[in-house]
């Protein structure tokens, strides 16, 4: 079992940056990546980025170029660091964990979730 537990969100202006952090503990040894989603109100969760073994990274055309994910394997940790932020990024942001060796851009295709953490962009 994995346990992931995400910090780092909070209220910010648009244009600002934040950094999330999703710290991993539990059977790590069988996580092959993760990967960041966002859910906003009314919504589906949709696919921000994901980050492989060997530090490959994917991300969702709407945030490329503004969000970099980056991990931290001594730590277990994975960040999003969000830069140039906008009240379109408002939404719940879930850290996510997938055992499987290919990483996709769905739900179903991670095994372990987080609780989630909230940011709110302000116009």
């Known amino acids: 079992q994995v346990l992931l537990v995400e910090s780092g969100g909070g209220l910010v202006q648009a244009g600002d940056s934040l950094r999330l952090s999703c710290a991993a503990s539990?059977?790590?040894?069988?996580?092959?990546?993760m990967g960041w989603f966002r859910q906003a109100p009314g919504k589906e969760r949709e696919f921000v980025g994901n980050?492989?073994?060997?530090?490959?990274?994917r991300y969702a055309n709407s945030v490329k170029g503004r969000f970099t994910i980056s991990r931290d394997n001594a730590k277990n940790t994975i960040y999003l660091q969000m830069n140039s932020l906008k009240p379109e990024d408002t939404a719940v942001y879930y850290c996510?964990?997938?055992?499987?060796?290919?990483?996709?851009?769905?739900?179903?295709?991670?095994?372990?979730w987080g609780q989630g953490t909230q940011v709110t962009v302000s116009s």
């Open positions: 980050i492989g073994r060997r530090f490959e990274t």
């Open positions: 539990g059977g790590t040894v069988s996580i092959s990546g």
């Open positions: 996510a964990a997938a055992v499987t060796a290919w990483l996709g851009v769905f739900p179903s295709n991670y095994d372990y």
